[in-house]
Structures are given as C-alpha cells and as structure tokens.
C-alpha cells in the first residue's frame, strides 16, 4: 500500500542504508518491503512513535532485514519463492509433525541426522526440535532459559551440525521447527551479565527496579506461573541491588519490548535461525511479551502488536517461513494470535490447540464427550490461512483451562470438575490407573496441572504391571483413539516423541539434583532404542501403537478433507460418550469423511439415517478408511466398539 508519510521514510531510510547494503542487488528484498513498509512503519509507529530516536531505530530495523537477506542462502531463497507461490503449502493433510528433545531422542543432532529414517519409517515429516541453544547447566528450564542466542549448546552440537540437519532434512522433504525463546533470557545472558555490570542500556533490555514499589503494583494483578518452585514475579539481584521481573523461574529475565532495541535483536535473532534452515519457528510464550500495571501481563494488544511486525519484517526477509505461537492461553484469547479481522495470519500462522488436548484428556477421564463436544463447539474458528497444532502430549505439564461457561454447559461445576480431573490423573480416583503427579500446584487456590507420558496417563504402566492384558489392550487403544482424533480434526497433528512406543513415565529424574523437583522432566524421557525395536514384535504394545500410528498417519495423507480450509462440521448426536464430526473435501463437496470416536468403556451406537436424511451418506455403504473394513451395523445403528474410532466413507468413492 502506498502512503506518503511512510513512504518518504522509506526514501530516507534507503539514503541512510549502510554502502555495503546499498550496493547489492536487493531487488526482491525492495519488492517485499516496499510492500509491507506502510504496515510495518505504522505497527513501529504504534509501539515506539514517541521516541526521538525512532527514525534512527527506523534505519537499524531496516538494516537488520536487509543483512539477513543477504546472508540468506539462495537455496533458501528459492524455497522463499515456491511457497510464496504455493502459499497454502502448510494446510495441507500431508504434513505430520514430531516434537523432540535431542539429547533425549538421540543424543545430539548428529544422532537425530542418523535417525531421520526412523521418523520416515513413521510417516513424520515436521520435526519440532525442542530447544537447543546454550543454556547453563542446572537452570535451563528444559532449554528455555537461553543465555546465547546465537549458538548452539556444546551437549547437543554445533552450527555446522544444525546446518547439516536442515540441508539432510530438506532433502526428504521434512520441515524443521525451532525455537526462538522470545520472553526472557538466562540471567547468564551476556545483556544479563552486563546489566548487573551496571550497565544502563542493557538494564533498559530488561525490567529492573530499584525497590519494590512498582513490583508491588505489578504484583497486585499479575498470576504465579510456578507458585510452588518460583512464586511471584520478581527477584532481588544482590549484585545490582535492584528487583529484575522473573515471570517464570527467578533465574529468567523478562525482556522490556518497550525497548525497541530489544525488538531489533529479537528480531534478528529470528532472521537468524531461519537463515540456519528453520522452515519454521516456535515463538516460545508469547502471551507475556507486554507488561502493564493494573493487568495480568498476558495478551496484551501490544504484544499483538509485536508479533504482527516479527511477522510483517519476517515476510520481507525470509517469506517462506512461518511462525507457530505458543500462547498456552484461555480458549476465547488462542485464536487471536493467528491475527484478528484478518483472511490471511497477521501473527503466527500456527497455534497451538491445547483446549483441544485438554479437552481429549477430559474425555478419558470422564469417558463421555460432553465437554469435548461443549469445548470445540465453542472453540473460535481460525484464519482462512492459519492452522492448529493439534496434540495428545507435549514436554509441558497438562493444563485444565477450559472455559467455565462450557464446564457449566456439560453438567459440572468447574472448581469441582478440575480437582476430579487432577485425581483421576493422579491416581487418588477410586478405580483410576492413571499415574500422573500434580505439578504447579498453588495451595492458594487449589489449582493444579497434570505431569505424566501419555501412556502411563492412560494406565499402561499399571496395566503391564499388572499383566492385565484386557487393561493392555484398553490402554492401547486410547492412546489410538487420541491419535486418531489429533489426525482427523484439522491441522497439523503433532506427536510427542516416546507416545510412538507407549513410552512410560521416566523417573531417573529423581536423581538429579537439577530436575528432581520439577516432575514435568517424568515426561521428558531418553527413549530407549532397545524398546524401539519391539515394534517389530507381533502383538508387544510397541508393535501395536507403532504399527496404528504409521497406518493412521499413511491413512490420513491420503485423505484430501483432512486438509485445513476450514472444513469441519461438528454434528450432534444423542449419545454423550461419541465424539462426530464431518470433514469435507473443499475440491469435491461430496466426498466426505464422518469421524466417530467412542470414549467410553463400552460400545455405543450411532443413528445412521439421521446422517443419511441430512444428505450425507447411504449408511449401507460405509467403509473405515483407517482399518479398511466395513463397520458392524444393527439395522440403522452403526456400533462403534469401546475406546474406538472410525474415519467413515462411501466405499464407492475410496
């Protein structure tokens, strides 16, 4: 768009350019940035207008994007092109995503490099490669607490090892995903470490406080995120003497974007990392990035603000690449980091759906779908060009933040219905076999998440304790069903490494001095290779999940109304145990895929000519598309077995 004001900046900028970027040959660098400048000066001007330096800050934002453009590898540039062509690549049902620790996956990435046909051989070809830059040993919060952005942590590799990750990668066709921790840093940062020094522009990269009067303010309105290892928000440097805001460990610095220097670094360590081969980037806590007295700190419109000029800058650089918001948020504030009034993301073109996971995880526990139906019926639609993740499990604890409305709506009471939860996940519910421990818990309120693998949280490890092969099987079956429902809703599913295997809780954590109190690190397991290799055993759980996963996944590429245009209705039926929706294929409205999933114990039933009177299906003619056999039915009923899924078709059409 062609505004004056912004484009007589833009025209003094280009004269104030550095020779060495004003001598290249930058011709679709100027393209793009012609193109996006009037929002990006406008989203700058909202944020830092104020400032007598911001048209300094201006040029240096400016040289950031282009420096980084010209360090591009063409290759990369190439890519660039073929998807801004092909820009809605990432909807595509094709793409099935694993996220990872490497040293617990496979040592370290020349390991994971060597175990990419491993994740071929699954049908995986998104690897979220969960953090790995420096971090000091013993405070690294799991690789979220960076203390050099810049760099690889010498325990999982070097630059040279990620960029041989990322060429092999490209090559099979697999993305990439990587973290950039956008919130905070190491208090080992080398702009921690100067801050302390004395030093007033790096304190300015941080909010430092010579006494508690304005933490106090703060701290009025502002929530613990780990009441029982780190309560509060604020810790007293003994070095500066001052109060350094610590929102989540105390050894985490919260970075000032009121700094538009810090935006600048930020963003250039960004342009970084998708320099290095990133096809993706995680941008790690969002919903904190602006801080204000008198609120929580949490999606605040600035930190909307921030994430659609990351996106609007990332877009002149490094187009190709795309952003996946972690914003573990309220269900009616998820949706807003796609970007609102918008067709296309505006923020991030990837959120993360954990009103979804948790919603899943409700469903086991109560072994009805009333709240999942309430949930996602309520669940705010996405950007015509934007995608969930959707997931089982992740490295994070689980998290019980569904809407008390919705609670309401499906028969509970909300305070009541969570501490169910956290008792059945952990145990104390009379006949649970789940074996999860509460973590987070604030005696305050009674709140608590959920800390497990999925497999133990669905019982396997009770069940193979005690070699109770119906409750095997059970177990199993969940962990299917689950799958089965992150695969078909729409988005991109991501597994959680370990979940492939029915990896079990991990408790060597105990051991280290670092980890022990901290139990999400039961979840974070170092798999074990030799039980990988039981997938090859007929019958063994490993052969079971693994082999249903691979089905499942092969199953779903194949599936063109899995892909992600907005083309899921939620279907009500009478029976509170099923979960259905029907998914269309956008280029032939007639081919239709009915998802059912049976959370309960027991089978249940499906009126299939209410579906057949709504001109979906001739019910006599359906087809599972995931096992390939045709379902029982009991005249109009279509019986769906216990803890049971089925992606139904007209046969005539697969």
Known sequence: MYEQVSHSLLNRILDKLKPEIRQRDLRHFYTRLGANFYAIYSLFHLLYGSRDDFETQMVRLVETMATQYIWRDPGLKQLDSVREHDHNWFLSQEWVGMALYTDGFAGNLQGLQQRLSYLQELGVNMIHVMPILECPPGASDGGYAVSNFCNVDKRIGTLPDLQSLAKDMRRRNMLLTLDVVVNHTSEEHGWARMAREGDKKYQNYFYIFDNRDIPDMFEETMPEIFPETSPGNFTYDETMEKWVMTVFNNYQWDLNYSNPAVFIEMLNIILFWANQGADIVRLDAVAFLWKKIGTTCQNEREAHLILQLMKDCCQVTAPGVLFIAEAIVAPVEISKYFGEDAIIAKECEIAYNATFMALLWDAVATKNAKLLNQGILNLPNKLDRATWLNYARCHDDIGLGFDDTDIHLAGYKPQAHRKFLVDYFTGVFDNSHARGQPFARNEKTGDARISGSLASLVGLETALENEDQTDIQHSIDIILLMHGMIMSLGGIPLLYYGDEIGTLNSYTYLDDESKKHDNRWMHRPDIDWDKAELRHQHGS??????????????????????????????????????????????????????????FDGSPQSLTLSDLSNRGYFEYGELQDLYSGASPSLFKDQLVIPPYRFYWLSDRKRY
């Open 541 to 598: 759980p490993e052969q079971q999940i693994f082999d249903g996963l691979k089905k499942m996944i092969a199953v779903r590429k194949s599936i063109p109304a899995f892909a992600d245009f907005n083309n899921r209705e939620l279907l009500d039926t009478d029976n509170p145990h099923l979960f259905v929706f029907m998914r269309t294929n956008p280029s032939q409205l007639s081919d239709n895929v009915l998802v059912v999933a049976n």
